[in-house]
């Protein structure tokens, strides 16, 4: 799950699935904290405001066929290139949901680090991916989602006229490290709102169709 940086995302790496990021008991944490809902933004409440429903916009059955090849038992007869290419098509309908006129270029890595899943640099407009890192399927499809949540926040700010443009732009200016602040890191308003976003893709996955 990605991070904003002066030069780019931080790339979304293990320490983003801690069990124990909202007290260490299992639960799903909530991620609709303060620097959230300061925002104006139930990010615990269903899809995002902000964005058209994952679950309901676009065409339905066309991302529901994608996902299908992401179900754990699906997943893991297809060769590493048919992943890359469910991963790929995902990013597609995420795309077309969102209403991104210039979505990323996804670049398949096998050079980044241990743990790391991969990230998206809005300099480059890229959505890397280490395809070391494609195990989990679940994960995969979180991160394409997550990180093309952050390319259509970065394409919003673009615009400055727009008051949820400039929302976003606020965040990225005030960007929280989790490095330095791993709580505000998780609940600041640009990641909470990906992790919702992302969250729809991998509860149709585990449901096994649209919601």
């Known amino acids: 799950m990605g991070g904003y940086e002066t030069g780019g995302y931080e790339t979304r790496d293990a320490r983003d699935l801690r069990s124990d990021a909202a007290g260490g ?14 925002q104006g933004y139930d990010l615990n409440g269903g899809a995002v405001e902000t964005g058209r429903d994952a679950r309901d916009a676009g065409d339905a059955g066309k ?40 979505p990323p270029e996804v670049v398949f890595r096998d050079d980044m680090g241990e743990g790391e899943y991969g990230g998206y640099n809005p300099e480059t407009n890229t959505l890397e991916i280490n395809q070391n890192m494609l195990d989990d399927s679940a994960e995969a499809a979180d991160t394409v989602a997550h990180e093309m949540w952050h390319a259509y926040q970065q394409q919003c700010a673009l615009d400055p006229s727009s008051e949820k443009g400039q929302a976003y732009q606020e965040g990225f200016d005030n960007y929280i490290s989790p ?32 919601q």
């Open 25 to 38: 008991d299992g639960r799903a944490p909530d991620y609709g904290g303060e620097l959230a809902s300061e």
């Open 63 to 102: 991302t529901d066929a994608v996902l299908d090849n992401f179900r754990a038992e699906n997943w893991s007869e297809l060769s590493l290139e048919e992943q890359k290419q469910s991963m790929l098509d995902l990013a597609d309908c995420v795309a077309a949901d969102t209403g991104n006129a210039n």
């Open 179 to 210: 490095e330095y602040d791993f709580e505000g890191y998780q609940n600041q308003m640009v990641e909470a709102e990906a992790r919702d976003y992302a969250q729809g893709f991998k509860d149709r996955i585990n449901s096994g169709g649209s």
